[in-house]
């Protein structure tokens, strides 16, 4: 397996192609907008026809290539269906002169504990709502690796202040569900660079007041 992450539009947004063996692939989060960004996203498919998107929510930078892909190549797009009404939500900024992405594409719904198999590899549909209602983050044990989009970054959480967000899901998303799984897991974010859990259960400054410190020593002065 190998990862290429392409960071794209106004609000740089990482789009991530996953290859995986024998000329597959499948795409995470495609926020490709301009020609130019389109043009190397699909030149990194090197003449493969992707199996599938992987969306982690519905925020528009991670959604602009999502239409073409499927227009492409007729594949599935699978988001939670709880992130719908966030994409209902783009036609009220269009009218502020933002690009908004093109809704030409049918979204296959995914639930909690869902496992979507593509480029030889199961990932598992985790719903971590807060930052958005349909949050979700793509596990593939096999590989030790997670999509987390806007949920978890490193060094930082996804902002909650955005139409539907709700911090307290957030931080229950993080600490009950992902800080559960393995912590060597490598975490791949909607935004900036990569960490793992364990790194950012032990040093995330955002999670810190919801972990238990350990007891500093008393001091024995006798000694
Ligand atoms: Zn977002």
Redesign the pocket.
Known sequence: MEIKKFVVNMLQENTYVVYGEGYSCVVVDPGFLSDEEARIVLASLEGRKPEAVLLT?G?M??VYGAARLQRNYGIPVYMSEEDVKTMDYYDRVAKFGIKVPDRNFTVTPILDGDTVSAAGISFKVITTPG??PGSVCWYAPSEGIIFTG?TLFAGAI?RTDLIYGEYDDEIRSIMDKLMALDPATVIYP?HGGTSTLGVEGATNPFLEPFNEREEIPELNENV
């Open positions: 929510h925020h930078d991670h930052h958005s806007d996804g909607g």
